[in-house]
């Protein structure tokens, strides 16, 4: 089941304080906190999910075993990420960072995380269904594949400071080099 983003983020607990991770930094001018965003970053981390449902369903045997029904909700959840990521990237109009405290950026950047927590949703069931009946050799290149994402996915929550960061530089541009992204 996909969640909607308001309950997402409300459970989440989305604040603007940032990790050290090299795609954002934080500024404070009185009460308000503006985190600022490598948009680059952001669109990477959404090009790894696009990537990884791409690498996933391209694997015939994963995605026949996951079944019709399954490899919709996954085309689906990657299709919203794509259009988040096309909303994104018309947002910013290129530009390397934008104010988090801008709020039609902030929906921006809120869309993807949903977004990109959706696709790994999806594929994870998927995956559950594969495994009753693929080879172990072959579901492994999958899960590999879903691993990665959910490590990127855990460096941008960190960066949003929705987590503690706890993904490392090494980890999170090994993750992104497995998911086809520079």
Do not use: H, W
């Amino acid at each position: 089941m996909m969640q909607s983003r308001r309950t997402f983020l409300r459970s989440t607990g989305l604040v603007a304080a940032a990790g050290t991770l090299t795609a954002c930094t934080v500024t404070t001018s009185g009460k308000t906190t503006t985190l600022t965003l490598n948009t680059t970053k952001v669109k990477a981390y959404a090009q790894a999910g696009i990537n990884a449902v791409t690498t996933i369903l391209s694997i015939t045997a994963v995605s026949t075993a996951m079944g019709a029904s399954a490899v919709a909700v996954i085309e689906a959840a990657g299709g919203a990420l794509s259009t988040a990521l096309s909303a994104l990237a018309s947002e910013t109009k290129g530009s390397l960072t934008v104010s988090y405290d801008n709020t039609s950026a902030k929906t921006r950047i809120d869309t993807l995380l949903v977004d990109l927590n959706n696709v790994a949703l999806a594929i994870r069931a998927g995956l559950v269904a594969a495994q009753q009946t693929v080879t172990n050799s072959v579901i492994n290149t999958a899960i590999t594949t879903f691993n990665a994402l959910r490590t990127v996915i855990d460096a941008f929550e960190g960066v949003l400071g929705i987590s503690l960061p706890s993904v490392t530089d090494q980890q999170e541009a090994t993750a992104l080099s497995m998911l086809a992204v520079q």
